[in-house]
């Protein structure tokens, strides 16, 4: 890794652990389904940065689901199947290519679930404002939904998406 990618990505890993408060042990080497308690949000909140980090900005997808998603996963993106191993499929054979870029990232969670709304563009005229949403056992994703809006280009409002 470049260095000053490097310090970047630290930088960006010590902001998300002072605003989401991050525990002792964070990140794991695999999540637990079986976490409660009253930090559990916390976690959940952190768990979510920390899947958005590695899908959105480091494309690294097989890290993100082994991670974060490594049991059940309850899949309702019409065009996929079900299960975790169909997401890392599809979604690492999409960053392969190097024009599917995704940017722009907001995250938040709470109540059991985490949403991230970012920019995606897979090639150089197509591009969607998308929302991914998840559900929470423990510090586990175990179920996704998403939707997407294409971006022409030509919208009215100047703030259009993002
Ligand atoms: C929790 O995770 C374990 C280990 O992956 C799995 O065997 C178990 O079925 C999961 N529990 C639930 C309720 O999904
Ligand atoms: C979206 O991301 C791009 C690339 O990182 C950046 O240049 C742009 O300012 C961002 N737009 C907004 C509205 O945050
Ligand atoms: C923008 O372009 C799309 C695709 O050509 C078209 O369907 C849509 O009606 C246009 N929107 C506006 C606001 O002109």
């Not at 630290?10 to 902001?15: E, G, I, K, P, R």
């Not at 090639?123 to 404002?129: K, L, Q």
Request: glycine content about 6%; some cysteine.
């Amino acid at each position: 890794m470049h260095p000053f990618f490097a310090l970047i990505s630290a930088l960006a890993l010590a902001l998300v652990a002072s605003a989401t408060s991050s525990y002792e042990g964070f990140p794991p080497a695999v999540c637990n389904n079986r976490t409660t308690g009253p930090n559990l949000e916390v976690k959940q909140q952190a768990a979510l940065a920390d899947f958005a980090h590695l899908y959105i900005d480091l494309h690294d997808i097989q890290t993100a689901y082994d991670r974060w998603v490594p049991g059940e996963y309850i899949q309702h993106n019409p065009n996929a199947p079900q299960g975790r191993e169909a997401a890392i499929q599809i979604l690492s054979a999409g960053f392969a290519n190097p024009e599917v870029t995704s940017t722009n990232a907001t995250v938040f969670g709470g109540q059991g679930f985490g949403a991230i709304h970012f920019k995606l563009t897979v090639s150089p005229t197509t591009s969607f404002a998308v929302v991914d949403y998840f559900r929470f056992q423990g510090t586990c994703i175990v179920e996704h939904w998403d939707v997407l809006q294409q971006i022409f280009g030509n919208e009215t409002n100047p703030i259009a998406f993002f």
